[in-house]
């Protein structure tokens, strides 16, 4: 079976553009995790959808994140404007339900320059 | 309030020694759930085990063992006969089971030299 599938793996970019994380969760699972990791501040849950609704998006930073789950097979976390504090390795995860083990796609490490 | 504490921030051990990783967590709760998982070098995280508040059975995964007991709010994890393949960061995870987030903690980086 296939995993979380995470795109793109690797995004370099300039301040101020936007940036958009995609991230297919697997299939049959009804909740859908977006995370953050970086040194200073570890794992942090951003936003989790269930059944593609947004259920708790108090770790969003600020406005200028935002998530969508237009389906069940697929979401998105777009950044704009980006910001150099934005880099960090994001994680999208899965789960049956919320208390079942997360299973976490590869990450896509993002560095805004 | 949740919360997870590994105190380890990092250890170093020599092949085939064991070595015991330490998850001490706070919740008001009566059923949760812990989870341990694994991030190694190439970054993936990956899932080890979950235990629920009520099932305080020791458990044995081959050189992994788990070690969990609600009268020191403690879940611990051991390996035993290190390998440097284990060399990973460990997280320790908390949820409760009225929702809310996976509280994960610090994490532990191991390396295991040969």
């Known amino acids: 079976d296939a995993g979380v599938i995470q795109s793109p793996r690797h995004e370099v970019t300039e301040m101020g553009q936007e940036v958009t994380l995609r991230c297919k969760p697997i299939s049959g699972h009804d909740y859908l995790f977006w995370y953050r990791q970086t040194m200073m501040r570890g794992l942090e849950l951003l936003i989790y959808?269930?059944?593609?609704?947004?259920?708790?998006d108090s770790g969003m930073p600020e406005d200028r994140f935002s998530a969508k789950m237009p389906n069940a097979s697929f979401s998105t976390l777009k950044i704009q404007p980006s910001e150099p504090r934005d880099s960090a390795v994001y994680f999208c995860?899965?789960?049956?339900?919320?208390?079942?083990?997360?299973?976490f796609g590869d990450g896509t490490r993002l560095s805004i320059l | 309030a949740q919360k997870v504490t590994q105190a380890q921030t990092e250890i170093s051990v020599v092949e085939k020694e064991d070595v015991t990783l330490d998850c001490v967590y706070e919740?008001?709760?009566?059923?949760?759930?812990l989870f341990w998982y694994k991030q190694p070098p190439s970054g993936e995280l990956v899932f080890l085990i979950r235990?629920?508040?009520?099932?305080?059975q020791n458990e044995i995964s081959g050189r992994y063992s788990w070690n969990f007991q609600k009268s020191t709010s403690s879940f611990n994890f051991t390996i035993t006969a290190s390998q440097v393949v284990d060399s990973a960061v460990y997280f320790c995870a908390l949820i409760y089971n009225q929702g809310g987030k996976l509280i994960f903690g610090q994490g532990t980086e191991l390396s295991v030299k040969p």
């Open positions: 235990r629920n508040s009520f099932d305080e």
């Open positions: 995860a899965s789960s049956p339900l919320l208390v079942q083990p997360q299973h």
């Open positions: 919740t008001r709760d009566t059923t949760y759930y």
């Open positions: 959808f269930n059944n593609n609704v947004p259920i708790d």
